[in-house]
């Protein structure tokens, strides 16, 4: 069954370096999502991604967040410099298309983000 | 007044026994609703999806919209140990752009063999 896979499954930065999370969605999706989950409490939206451009993002989603699809397959989160608050889990999640059951969600099992 | 308000619980309940988990919500504009189920330091997995009102049915789970009064259930009959989990509720409205979910907080659930 297909599946969306993320890398790595644990990530320990410190403070103020820059990190890059690695998703590859279901090859036939067209719109990529990531989450954030802090330790006990809801996943929040971050940003969704079509035709190679930010749909929509939250107001979590400041300037130290990007994304980008650099090739066919890959998705990517870069946080370009890390603060204690950013460690949490963050889940990438790809959708077939917008409506009706294409705007089904898949997400990924996680990276878990640990900032010291 | 949060968006999606659902009890963290934990609930804990026999094998066998018929489990109710619920949410409510506050943006009449949600059309997507949807359960998912996660175990510990996992992503979320999905279980049921609604559009707009009604029942829907898979297995021994149910799903129910009611928009009316903003309120979704998922309903699990004969519960087993293996359903032990955190259950959430997610829900999306339609229209063009993204379809980005919002969650609830999720609510524990133990099944005790």
């Known amino acids: 069954e297909p599946e969306v896979t993320q890398t790595p499954s644990h990530q320990v930065t410190q403070m103020g370096q820059e990190v890059i999370l690695r998703c590859v969605p279901i090859?036939?999706?067209?719109?990529f999502y990531w989450y954030r989950q802090i330790l006990g409490q809801k996943v929040e939206f971050l940003v969704s991604?079509?035709?190679?451009?930010?749909?929509?993002k939250s107001e979590i989603f400041d300037d130290q967040f990007s994304v980008e699809r650099p090739d066919g397959s890959n998705f990517t989160l870069k946080i370009r410099s890390t603060k204690l608050e950013d460690s949490a889990m963050y889940f990438c999640?790809?959708?077939?298309?917008?409506?009706?059951?294409?705007?089904?969600?898949?997400f990924g099992a996680g990276t878990r983000l640990s900032v010291l | 007044q949060k968006e999606v308000e659902q009890d963290p619980g934990p609930l804990s309940v026999p094998e066998g026994a018929i489990v109710s988990l619920n949410c409510t919500y506050s943006?009449?504009?949600?059309?997507?609703f949807m359960w998912y189920r996660q175990y510990s330091r996992k992503g979320p997995e999905l279980l049921m999806y609604?559009?707009?009102?009604g029942n829907k049915e898979d297995g021994r789970f149910t799903a129910q919209v009611d928009k009316s009064s903003k309120y979704i259930s998922l309903f699990i009959r004969d519960s087993q140990p293996s359903d032990s989990a955190t259950y959430l509720c997610?829900?999306?409205?339609?229209?063009?752009?993204?379809?980005?979910?919002?969650f609830g907080k999720g609510t524990k659930l133990s099944v005790i063999p």
């Open positions: 991604f079509y035709n190679n451009e930010i749909s929509e």
């Open positions: 090859s036939n999706h067209l719109y």
């Open positions: 997610a829900m999306s409205a339609s229209g063009a752009g993204s379809y980005q979910l919002t």
């Open positions: 943006n009449s504009a949600f059309q997507y």
């Open positions: 999640a790809s959708s077939e298309a917008s409506g009706g059951t294409g705007n089904i969600q898949y």
């Open positions: 609604t559009y707009s009102s």
